[in-house]
């Protein structure tokens, strides 16, 4: 072969091959996104830190009077809602780590890619978020029953005998997890919404403006 | 659109060819070349600000659309091996109008069997850069350069004897 003669032929050949400019602005749109979701993911992981250990310390102060079995159920259940919640970061880490390389924001197929990876994300932060309710209404009944944690388990695991005694009790607490499923249902959509619904929805605007240019 | 963007633009409608011939080099059909030709646009543009006059623009474009294109493949996996030459043929015609040169075309379709940095190579070589300049571009020694080149060349030598073609 002769690289020459070859040399030669890869100058002369034409390059007139039709390959559309990228649109600048998108990458400054979708770069402008990515800086704010990045900023909302590390926020909201600051602020998951504080709340894991402030609830940590929960038992620690007198206000609480959290000991005993009380105590090791509180952990055990601060250890399962830390490790739910791992899931999800992980998640979130990746796509912050994906973000930061070479393939972001170029093509409308990595842009696609990084939509379903921030979808995913998300729904991974939902479900984490339900799956922990159970725990989360164990975490608020050992809070507010202070130093009678083992009372009120022992009355509502005779469930039958404490709705004739005490009737109030039962309906109380079943007034409060509902409220309390409601809250945590809300605050997690909330935070959806807040920190992560809105870019989804913009770069899902910026893939249909580019896939109708 | 503001200046600097127009000015860009201009730059590189004016050494496109450039950027097509490294599209070609590494990637085999016209949707992979779009997207890396885009990705490279797009990385040029984002370190455009920091651009000093230097170097000629193309210099620079050389060595930001080389490594775009060595991370992205290296990364994607997107490098098709094809198993005949038929199909790389066909690949190649449809690519764009090759009928005059088909030493060019059967090169396009043995070059999609090179890594990133033998394509890297060659590219500069056909370029017409001297071992000096390829060895810069590519941040390796000038004898390294060398070395690698002429392997390059003797892989691609191989590659298409194995099709059975001989130029």
Redesign the interface.
């Known amino acids: 072969m002769n690289f020459d003669e070859l040399k030669k032929s890869w100058q002369q050949q034409p390059t007139d091959e039709d390959l559309q400019n990228p649109n600048l602005k998108y990458y400054k749109e979708v770069g402008n996104i990515m800086g704010k979701l990045r900023k909302n993911i590390k926020r909201e992981f600051i602020s998951w830190a504080v709340c894991m250990g402030f609830l940590f310390l929960v038992p620690i102060l007198p206000i609480y009077k959290i000991e005993g079995y009380a105590a090791f159920a509180y952990y055990f259940f601060i250890v399962q809602i830390s490790l739910s919640s791992l899931l999800y970061y992980r998640r979130f880490f990746y796509l912050v780590k994906s973000t930061k390389k070479i393939e972001l924001l170029a093509s409308k197929e990595h842009l696609l890619k990084l939509y379903y990876d921030l979808k995913y994300a998300v729904e991974t932060y939902r479900i984490a978020a339900y799956v922990m309710i159970p725990q989360a209404l164990f975490l608020y009944l050992i809070m507010i029953a202070q130093n009678r944690t083992t009372v009120w388990f022992d009355r509502l695991y005779h469930f039958k005998e404490t709705f004739q005694q005490d009737p109030n009790f039962i309906v109380w607490m079943i007034l409060s997890a509902i409220a309390s499923i409601i809250l945590v249902v809300g605050l997690t959509e909330f935070m959806i919404r807040a920190y992560y619904s809105n870019y989804i929805t913009q770069i899902k605007e910026k893939l249909d403006q580019m896939e109708a240019e | 659109m503001n200046p600097s ?1 127009i000015e ?2 201009r730059l ?2 004016e050494n ?2 450039i ?3 490294v ?2 080099m590494y990637m085999d059909d ?1 949707e992979g ?3 890396l ?3 490279i ?3 040029l ?2 370190s455009y600000a920091t651009f000093k006059q230097q170097s000629k623009f193309s210099t620079w474009m050389y060595r930001v659309a080389l490594n ?1 294109a060595m ?2 493949l290296k ?2 996996k997107k490098h098709q091996i094809y198993d005949t030459l038929e199909e790389r043929h066909d690949f190649a015609e449809e ?4 009928d005059k ?1 088909e ?2 075309n059967v ?1 396009y379709q043995a070059v999609q069997e090179l890594n990133a940095i033998e394509k890297a190579l060659i590219f500069l ?4 850069q001297s071992h000096r300049e390829i060895a810069e571009n590519l941040g390796i020694s000038e004898v390294n350069a060398r070395v690698k080149l002429n392997r390059t ?1 003797e892989r ?2 191989q590659i ?1 004897k194995k099709y059975k073609y001989e ?1």
């Open positions: 963007e860009f633009l590189i409608d496109k060819g950027l097509v011939k599209s070609r016209h070349r779009q997207d030709y885009q990705e646009v797009y990385q543009w984002k775009t991370v992205l990364k994607e690519a764009y109008d090759t040169d030493q060019l090169f070589f056909l370029e017409g060349k691609i030598q298409i130029f």
